[in-house]
């Protein structure tokens, strides 16, 4: 399998640095990737905590690492599962691009436009300060919102294709939220891998 463009265009927001490569993975093998993954990845439904209340997550996840370190977020911990060989393929091509040698990868299945992510930062303790996360698209395009934590002003909207890669880097989550809000347009289902270091 080979790679696809390496057109990157830098998203240029103030204190922030992220990057994003429409056309990481070429389309056919992109559509292989989100087929094999969608069969072969454990997928689970955790419950979380908003206001005291408690609500199935609007989305499907998975949690993969090449140690045992769990991952916490919004009050659910997670263990990893071994690196699939599809998925360490995948990793491999990022950590090449990033030059960094990522750990673990959470994985993101969103069924239907009902399904979404909040807003919120990666800045979970034990990614550490300043971390990168890379997050490969697969499947279905979702518009993936920006806005900045101390200036309302500041907001970016940006279309995440079907292969594409996201490098989310330096003071990114310290300064911005990000999500993928719902949307009532009939959409089909969408992978998304986020890649990230476990100190």
Known sequence: MGSGSLKKIEIDLPDSTISYYPSFIYKDEATQ????????????????????????????????????????????????????????????????????????????????GKDSNGWHADNEKELGENPTIASVSLGQERYFHLKHRNNGSLKHKLLLQHGSLLIMAGQTQQNWLHQIPKTTKPVQERINLTFRVIK
């Open 33 to 112: 990737y989100f087929e094999r993954l969608r069969k072969t990845v454990t997928w689970q439904q955790d419950d979380i905590k908003v206001f005291g209340k408690t609500y199935a997550q609007p989305r499907l996840t998975a949690l993969y690492g090449e140690s045992n370190k769990p991952y916490s977020y919004s009050n659910i911990v997670m263990q990893p599962q071994e690196f699939t060989p599809v998925l360490m393929k995948l990793k491999q091509k990022v950590d090449v691009l990033c030059a960094i040698k990522f750990t673990t990868c959470l994985l993101n299945l969103y069924r239907t």
